[in-house]
T-cell receptor, first 110, second 114 residues
Framework: GENVEQHPSTLSVQEGDSAVIKCTYSDSASNYFPWYKQELGKRPQLIIDIRSNVGEKKDQRIAVTLNKTAKHFSLHITETQPEDSAVYFCAANPRRALTFGSGTRLQVQP | DAGVTQSPTHLIKTRGQQVTLRCSPKSGHDTVSWYQQALGQGPQFIFQYYEEEERQRGNFPDRFSGHQFPNYSSELNVNALLLGDSALYLC?????????????FGPGTRLTVT
């Protein structure tokens, strides 16, 4: 089955800096790669996603890149703000179920 | 437009008991997936229901079962509860007509087994 690895497990940045979270996947059948943000005690919230026929997608301060050959994808957050502090999960979807990474705890220091 | 809803919010059960969790999908969605999220970990796929049938199943024992109703709502049943079943149970809904299978999560049910 699919295996998704996510790094780093924790990330601390100063407000205004950029943050990058990286994930790798194993199943070449995966064609959809969403990113979720989960604040403490709340539901995972879909923040951006990318399909396998696209190499990059941007939405305001958030961007995701995908390298199908290397089987890795990354989340980039620019101009970080304290409200960006949360746990971020990457996921891959080889068929219908989402396989999640282990999460990255992002802390933005004011 | 109502999002995904789940009930109950919290539940405390004793080892060996049985539990039923409920999920109503987002309006317009016809597919429901269930995930188990242990503390500090990413969600793990339990199973997915579409057209009232289990369409795909993750690596969970038969103690975990489910059902989908004609109105697309779903139930997750867990029998013979173990301490290790303590977790946040998340329901996610999606629309089968979208090729990307975007999934939207409910607030979850926090299950504690003592």
């Amino acid at each position: 089955g699919e295996n998704v690895e996510q790094h780093p497990s924790t990330l601390s940045v100063q407000e205004g800096d950029s943050a990058v979270i990286k994930c790798t996947y194993s199943d070449s059948a995966s064609n959809y790669f969403p990113w979720y943000k989960q604040e403490l005690g709340k539901r995972p919230q879909l923040i951006i996603d990318i399909r396998s026929n696209v190499g990059e997608k941007k939405d305001q301060r958030i961007a995701v890149t995908l390298n199908k050959t290397a089987k890795h994808f990354s989340l980039h957050i620019t101009e970080t703000q304290p409200e960006d502090s949360a746990v971020y999960f990457c996921a891959a979807n080889p068929r219908r179920a989402l396989t999640f990474g282990s999460g990255t705890r992002l802390q933005v220091q004011p | 437009d109502a999002g995904v809803t789940q009930s109950p919010t919290h539940l405390i059960k004793t080892r060996g008991q049985q539990v039923t969790l409920r999920c109503s999908p987002k309006s317009g969605h016809d597919t429901v997936s269930w995930y188990q999220q242990a503390l500090g970990q990413g969600p793990q796929f339990i199973f997915q229901y579409y057209e009232e049938e289990e369409r795909q199943r993750g690596n969970f024992p038969d103690r975990f079962s489910g059902h989908q109703f004609p109105n697309y709502s779903s139930e997750l049943n867990v029998n013979a509860l173990l301490l290790g079943d303590s977790a946040l149970y998340l329901c996610a809904s999606s629309f089968s007509g979208k090729p990307s299978y975007e999934q939207y999560f409910g607030p979850g049910t926090r299950l504690t087994v003592t």
